[in-house]
C-alpha cells in the first residue's frame, strides 16, 4: 500500500491522481477532514507532520511513501520527523519530493530540500529523490491574477530560461516509481521541462493564445521584494523567492534532457498546451 502525502497540494495532488489512474492501492494523507472529503481517494489518512503520533497511524500497512511538504521553513524538520516515522514503522521505500539546485544552491528552498536528501540517504531506507525545476503551473498561481488584470506580469528575472515541467508529469513519475521501485534505488532524478523559455515568451506564448497583447516587465529585485511585501507575503518567503530567483538567473535551470522522457515512457507535456488549457485563467477580467 502507498501513502501519498502532501495530497491537497499541486505535487501529491498529481502524484495521487497517476497512482489512482496507475490502479496501485493508495492512501492519501491530508491535514484536514475537509481536504480528506475533498479528495479522489477512499482512504484518506488525517496526520500533521509536527504530530508524530499521527504519521504512526497514517503509515500502518504503509510499504512506500511520496513524501512532500510545502515550501515552509518547517520543511526540513517535517520530512524528517516522517522520515524517521517510516524507519520506525518499516516502510520499505521513500519517494523524497526535492527540487532543483539541491545539492548546488546553498540558499532558499534548494539548501532546505538538501538537509532531508542527505538525512535521507544517511538512514539506510531505501529512496528515490525527484528534483523537479519550477513548475509550469506556476504561471497560473502567480502570474495570472496580474495578467487578467492588467495584461502584464512582473519579475526581477530578466531574460532568464527556465525550463518549466507540467507538474502532472512529476506525479506520473512518482507513481511510477512507487509502483515499481527496484530500478529506481538511490537514484536522483533532476526533472527538467521539454523546453527553455524567458518570461518575455512565456507572455507572448499567451499572446497567442488569448489573441491579445500580454506582457513581461523585468523589474529591479527590490521592486519586486516591496510588491511582495506589499501583499503581505511574510519576509522569509519573499526573501526565499528572490534567492530562487537569484539561483534561476545563473542559468542553472535552463537545462532539457531526456530523463522526463525517458521515465515517462512519452514525451513530456508542453509548456503550449499547458496555456492553451488554462487560457480562462489569463483572460482579461470585464471591465
Ligand atoms: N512550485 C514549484 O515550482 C516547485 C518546483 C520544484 C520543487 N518544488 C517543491 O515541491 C514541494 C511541494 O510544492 P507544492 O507546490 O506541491 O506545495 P503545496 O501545493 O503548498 O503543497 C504542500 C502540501 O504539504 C502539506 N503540508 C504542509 N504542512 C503540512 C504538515 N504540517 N503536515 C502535513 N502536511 C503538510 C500541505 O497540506 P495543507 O493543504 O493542509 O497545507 C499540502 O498538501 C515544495 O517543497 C517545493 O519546494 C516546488
Redesign the pocket.
Known amino acids: 500500500m502507498l501513502l501519498i502525502?502532501?495530497?491537497?497540494?499541486?505535487?501529491?495532488?498529481a502524484v495521487l491522481d497517476a497512482a489512482l489512474r496507475n490502479g496501485s492501492p493508495v492512501r492519501a494523507?491530508?491535514?484536514?477532514e475537509r481536504?480528506a472529503g475533498r479528495g479522489p481517494t477512499g482512504d484518506p489518512a488525517i496526520?500533521?507532520?509536527?504530530?508524530k503520533a499521527s504519521l504512526s497511524r497514517a503509515l500502518e500497512g504503509i510499504d512506500r511513501v511520496y513524501l512532500?511538504?510545502?515550501?515552509?521553513p518547517?520543511?526540513v524538520e517535517?520530512e524528517i520527523n516522517m522520515i524517521d516515522a517510516c524507519k520506525a514503522t518499516g516502510v520499505r521505500h521513500i519517494v523524497l519530493?526535492?527540487?532543483?539546485g539541491a545539492g548546488r544552491f546553498t540558499k532558499s528552498?534548494p539548501s532546505?530540500?538538501a538537509r532531508v536528501e542527505d538525512y535521507l540517504r544517511g538512514t539506510g531506507l531505501d529512496y528515490t529523490i525527484l528534483?523537479?525545476?519550477?513548475?509550469m503551473?506556476?504561471i497560473v498561481?502567480y502570474d495570472a491574477a496580474s495578467i487578467r488584470a492588467s495584461g502584464a506580469f512582473y519579475a526581477a528575472m530578466g531574460d532568464t530560461r527556465t525550463s518549466?515541467?507540467d507538474?502532472r508529469d512529476v506525479g506520473e513519475i512518482a507513481a511510477g516509481i512507487l509502483g515499481d521501485p527496484r530500478p529506481h534505488l538511490a537514484k536522483t532524478y533532476e526533472l527538467y521541462g521539454p523546453e527553455a523559455v524567458s518570461n518575455a515568451e512565456i507572455a507572448a506564448r499567451i499572446s497567442a493564445v488569448l489573441g491579445t497583447p500580454v506582457s513581461f516587465v523585468d523589474i529591479p529585485e527590490d521592486a519586486q521584494r516591496q510588491s511582495m511585501l506589499g501583499i503581505g507575503m511574510p519576509e522569509w518567503q519573499v526573501t526565499a523567492i528572490l534567492e530562487l530567483q537569484e539561483y534561476y538567473r545563473t542559468g542553472s535551470c535552463a537545462a532539457i534532457d531526456s530523463v522526463v522522457a525517458g521515465l515517462l515512457g512519452k514525451p513530456a507535456r508542453a509548456l503550449d498546451a499547458y496555456l492553451r488549457e488554462n487560457a480562462a485563467a489569463f483572460r482579461r477580467d470585464p471591465a
Not at 97 to 100: E, T, V
Open positions: 502525502t502532501g495530497a491537497s497540494g499541486n505535487a501529491g495532488g494523507m491530508y491535514r484536514s481536504d496526520a500533521d507532520f509536527s504530530d512532500v511538504c510545502g515550501p515552509i518547517q520543511l517535517y519530493n526535492s527540487a532543483m528552498f532546505w530540500h528534483r523537479p525545476n519550477g513548475f503551473q506556476n498561481t518549466l515541467i507538474v
